[in-house]
């Protein structure tokens, strides 16, 4: 059976040159499609770069905030990326092999259409991590002002607007286009450990060393205290990049060969996650020795310095350093992800454009009110559909299709993947079976700890329901299944 030509893919409407599979190493470019050029050391600098900011620091500095030591909650953090790693790269797979990003990979689970469903739950989260990135810029900004202007903390609505600035410097720079991103990208981690260093520095000096600044104890009473804490917050530090576990194809797809991602990503997500927790986890303890109270926030522990040169450096770089974690994080997924929805009309700038007005419409202001809405309210819920995708997807590429795909029947109407009317809707039911479950928790009480689990809940039944309905079933995979594969 032969391939279905390059032209007859250009045509449908599944396709745009955003979504078009990377060409395989040592085949020739093919009109917009990338080349797979990535190696072990790109993907480690992905995941530093990814790794080292704003809200790594306050994911870690909420444990301290919520009771835990600092040797529990950096432990927690490292666990918790430990098991994220684990779907990370099983989805990695088909997107070093087969050069797809997310969306269209989700089409051979959920159908061609039914892959929207999983793409805009998908996008939906980005828009709330990109609207809180914003908000942390903004009130970098806001702190910013008022250190070089005092007069400007009185200025009516102060926060708001610097907020809007900001949100209007990232629209820019989305607007410019995927190689400003590029450029930016260099700057991030770097800038960012720094900042880090300065405040773990300031930290010692005042609270006398790491003996004191560490010797805040734990504040549980018993084990069983801390376990009703860690359950829920293992759940949040998962959470935290289940997004990424998603979309990770996205990114794996420009991938040389497999063993470059699976070891650059080892490599640098657990260690660097780990390194730069610590930074928060020990200013945050530092803190209550110092003030009598943890602060989470960075940019709020900043505003406290009594030399404005340093506040003013420092918020530039985080300024800096949390544009380009946003851009690069928080808007290639869900700009893929609306532009599957209309690939002939939505383009990736129009996806992040789209994206950045939702970033508003979420209320990042709300989400960051407290450690308790941030852990069990943000990172939980939404872990709560997100577990039941990766579940659905990993099942189906491993047990169902034996990593056996037909790229080209991804991008056309009535192909491989069409199921019923481009939905195969037993994905959606395993999907709403695995959220249901994990919600329930919040409905009631005795069940409480399927939300506190809602990550592990939601991937498990899904996985199991999927596997149920999908096994035995005749699947249609063409004899040119594997004709764009650029890997074992």
């Known amino acids: 059976m032969q391939t279905t030509p390059l032209r007859d893919i250009e045509s449908s409407p599944l396709y745009n040159p955003d979504l078009a599979p990377t060409v395989p190493p040592g085949d020739p470019p093919s009109g917009h499609r ?7 050391y790109n993907y480690a600098a992905l995941w530093v770069s990814m790794s080292v900011n704003i809200l ?10 919520g009771g835990m030591d600092w040797k529990q909650a950096v432990f927690t ?3 918790g990326n430990c098991i994220v790693l684990v779907p990370m790269l099983l989805n990695s797979h088909p997107g070093a092999r087969y050069g797809v990003p997310f969306p269209v990979l989700a089409r051979a689970s959920f159908g061609v259409l039914g892959a929207n469903v999983a793409a805009i739950l998908r996008a939906f989260v980005a828009c709330g991590w990109f609207g809180i990135q914003t908000w ?3 009130e970098a900004i806001n702190v910013l002002f008022a250190t070089v202007w005092p007069s400007w903390s009185t200025v009516p609505h102060g926060a708001a607007i610097c907020f809007i600035a900001f949100w209007l410097i990232n629209l820019f720079v989305i607007l410019k286009g995927i190689e400003y991103i590029r450029f930016l990208q260099g700057i991030s981690a770097p800038v960012l450990i720094a900042v880090g260093l300065l405040l773990l520095g300031w930290a010692y000096l005042q609270a006398g060393g790491f003996g004191p600044m560490l010797s805040a104890p734990s504040r549980f009473k018993n084990s069983a205290e801390f376990f009703k804490f860690l359950i829920p917050a293992l759940n949040a530090t998962v959470g935290f990049w289940a997004t990424i576990s998603l979309n990770i194809p996205d990114f794996t797809r420009f991938a040389k060969n497999q063993r470059a991602q699976a070891i650059g990503q080892a490599l640098a997500l657990p260690t660097t996650m780990t390194l730069y927790a610590f930074i928060g986890v020990a200013v945050t303890s530092a803190t209550v020795v110092i003030f009598e109270s943890a602060i989470w926030d960075p940019v709020q522990l900043l505003s406290r310095f009594h030399s404005p040169v340093a506040v003013v450096v420092s918020l530039i ?5 949390t544009l380009n974690v946003n851009i690069g994080a928080n808007v290639v997924s869900p700009a893929n992800d609306f532009s599957n929805l209309w690939p002939r009309r939505i383009s990736f700038k129009i ?3 789209i994206t950045c007005f939702m970033g508003i419409a979420i209320m990042p202001w709300k989400l960051l009110a407290n450690y308790k809405t941030f852990i069990f309210g943000w990172l939980g819920g939404y872990a709560a559909f997100l577990g039941p995708i990766a579940g659905i997807m990993i099942c189906d590429y491993y047990l169902i299709r034996r990593r056996v795909l037909s790229v080209d029947d991804l991008y056309v109407r009535r192909g491989a993947y069409e199921y019923s009317g481009g939905f195969n809707w037993r994905a959606v039911a395993a999907l709403a079976l695995g959220a249901g479950m994990a919600l329930a928790g919040l409905i009631v009480p005795a069940a409480r700890f399927l939300y506190d689990y809602s990550w592990f809940v939601g991937f498990a039944v899904s996985f199991l329901t999927y596997y149920g ?3 035995g079933r005749q699947l249609s995979v063409p ?6 594969a650029g890997g074992k």
Do not use: D, E, K, N
């Not at 990338?34 to 072990?40: H, L, P, S, V």
């Open 77 to 79: 953090v490292f666990l």
């Open 479 to 484: 004899a040119h299944a594997a004709s764009l």
């Open 469 to 471: 309905l999908m096994a």
């Open 351 to 353: 996806g992040g454009v």
């Open 34 to 40: 990338g080349a797979r050029t990535w190696g072990t």
């Open 317 to 321: 770089a985080i300024l800096l350093a």
């Open 56 to 65: 790594t620091y306050m994911l870690a500095a909420s444990l301290i905030q």
């Open 136 to 138: 942390i810029g903004g």
